[in-house]
C-alpha cells in the first residue's frame, strides 16, 4: 500500500484540494475510487488510469460522462505518492502549461522536504 499525500504551496495552498473540491459529487466520487487504485497499486497502475508523461510526472485519469479529469502526481522514496493539481480535459492533448505547473510543484516539493528523503 502506497500513502497518498496532498502537496501544499509554501504558502499552505492545496492545489489539488481545490481541484478535488471543484467537482461535482459524482465525478468526485469516481476520482476518489481511481485515486484508491492508485494508492493501492502504485506504480503498477497503468492505463486507461495512469500514463506517464515527463520527467517522473504522471497523470491519474477519471473519466465521467464526456469529461475526463487528470490528476497530475510523482512518486518519493518510502512509497509515498503526492498528488499535484488536477484539470478537467475535452480534448485528446493534456495541455503543457497543466504538466509545467505539476513540474514546478515537485521541484518546490523536493527542494523543501529535501533533508526527509536522506
Known sequence: ????????????KCPVQDFLDSLEPKFLAKTLRTIDLLETNGPLLREPYSKPLEN????LRTKHG??????????????????????IKKTAKTPKSAIDLAKKYKTDYEWRHRNEQL
Open 66 to 87: 464526456s469529461d475526463i479529469n487528470r490528476v497530475f502526481y510523482f512518486f518519493i522514496i518510502g512509497q509515498k505518492i503526492i498528488l499535484t493539481n488536477g484539470i
Open 1 to 12: 500500500m502506497y500513502e497518498i499525500i496532498f502537496y501544499d504551496t509554501a504558502d499552505g
Open 56 to 59: 517522473g510526472i504522471f497523470e
